[in-house]
């Protein structure tokens, strides 16, 4: 609404009254991710958990998969070169994986990122602490050799959880090296005969239950903690200022007055 200068709508040199709507304040976090992550996660887990059972089922009661897994497994052994397939195989050492984890670590713990590291940490922790008994209880010897203790594949849940969960923490556009580096891996350790192919699989399967619960960890952890707001400095105040500026102009209800450090609301005289 028109006025003269100092009285009225509108005033030359005097910032809008704006509605700036809702914005996270500067310095505070992202929002927690939508409920759907929930679902998502708990869907991946009961597929994963499905299929383990479904496997080790197949494994110990020497039932028709695992007819075929050691039929497939004879057919493709030693095929591909024999220093890629080494290579491969190597990947899932935890020589070679787990520093990988721990420079990922070390970088959330630098973005104060504490609760998904320990989740992908403790996540890497289970592996050899639920494979070393399902080896001892499965009791499977492996393609070229009468000793047992093959499945499920160590090496395979060790490069799953290092690498997926390396990638989770330093940023999610790594995901796809991590799934390559994983089936690299099981491609590996096949091809080289330590493993049958359901091992591997069997392994990934263990390994997706573990990242699960580490993403949901992850998630609750930063839905149950409110963001606490840090001091805005002058690249905050600047962020501020544009959202302002480039929000919908709103009028004032009432005229308003020019004052040292803003503006005042005025009553209008009858």
Known sequence: MPGLPGIGGATPGAPECRDAGVHPAPGVPPLPRPPGALRATAIV????????????WQVT????????????????VGGGPPHLTEFLADLGSPGVALPVLAAAAVLALHRRHW????AVVTAMALVPALVAPLKVLTDRAGPLTLETGYFPSGHAATAMVAYTGAALLAGRRLVPVAVLLTVGTGIGLVLRGY????????????????LAGAVLAGSRAGADVPP????????????LVRVLRTAPA???????????GG????????
């Open 45 to 56: 887990t009961a597929v994963c958990s499905a299929l383990f059972a479904l496997i080790t």
């Open 263 to 270: 503006r005042r609301r005025v009553m209008r005289r009858r």
């Open 61 to 76: 009661t020497r039932g028709p998969l695992r007819a075929l897994d050691e039929h497939l497994g004879r057919t493709v």
């Open 115 to 118: 609760v998904p590291a320990a």
């Open 228 to 239: 606490r707001p840090r001091a805005a400095g002058p690249v905050a105040a600047r962020r």
């Open 195 to 210: 493993h049958w192919p359901l091992d591997v699989l069997a392994s990934w399967s263990l390994a997706g239950m573990l």
């Open 250 to 260: 709103r009028p004032c209800s009432g005229p308003t007055r020019l004052v040292r």
